[in-house]
């Protein structure tokens, strides 16, 4: 799938991407879903506009370093979220690795994380020389371990406990 009708993925924008973030983060749904990616409940800062600011520019940052590849999702023109390739080991996961987060939930199970999760597989075997691509999420995050099923992606062994107490799933898939 390489077209969604009024999605766009875009290299983020500081001035336009921060004000998203900050807006999101501050609600209650924003706190949720950092919590179902796998942010231990003390690792959780509040957000400030400066603060997201500077999470977007890292982004930029790791891009011209070559260790990221990261897009902004809209839809019809509002941002909704981001999907992320990791060119390096972060997390206790090998590289290249895939992360995605729709931050307004009235945008979640509507195709779009699909959409750019298929975007981030095509990359990886486009545009780079990796036969394997891989991913963690939490075991009990339901929605996202289906997600990643449907596209391919098989366990790797079983679930572990990180030092935060958080239970994850290591997934791969080969290209």
Not at 82 to 104: K, Q, R, T, Y
Not at 126 to 132: F, K, L, R, V
Not at 149 to 161: A, C, N, Q, W
Request: glycine share 8%; proline share 3%; net charge negative.
């Amino acid at each position: 799938m390489t077209e969604m009708e009024g999605v766009l993925l875009r290299a983020p924008d500081v001035e336009r991407d921060a004000p998203f973030a900050h807006g999101w983060f501050t609600r209650p749904e924003g706190r949720d879903t950092l919590l179902q990616m796998g942010n231990a409940e003390s690792e959780i800062e509040e957000s400030t506009l400066d603060g997201e600011r500077k999470i977007m520019q890292e982004f930029l940052d790791l891009e011209c370093e070559n260790k990221q590849v990261t897009r902004v999702i809209t839809k019809d023109g509002k941002t909704i979220g981001v999907v992320w390739i990791e060119l390096f080991m972060n997390h206790n996961v090998e590289a290249p690795s895939i992360h995605i987060m729709i931050g307004d939930p009235d945008y979640r199970g509507k195709g779009i994380g699909r959409f750019a999760m298929n975007w981030a597989i095509d990359y990886v075997r486009d545009q780079t020389s990796y036969t394997t691509i891989y991913t963690r999420h939490l075991a009990n995050n339901i929605p996202i371990a289906k997600l990643n099923e449907s596209l391919g992606f098989m366990k790797i062994g079983d679930v572990y406990t990180d030092d935060k107490g958080l239970v994850w799933q290591r997934v791969m898939l080969a290209l």
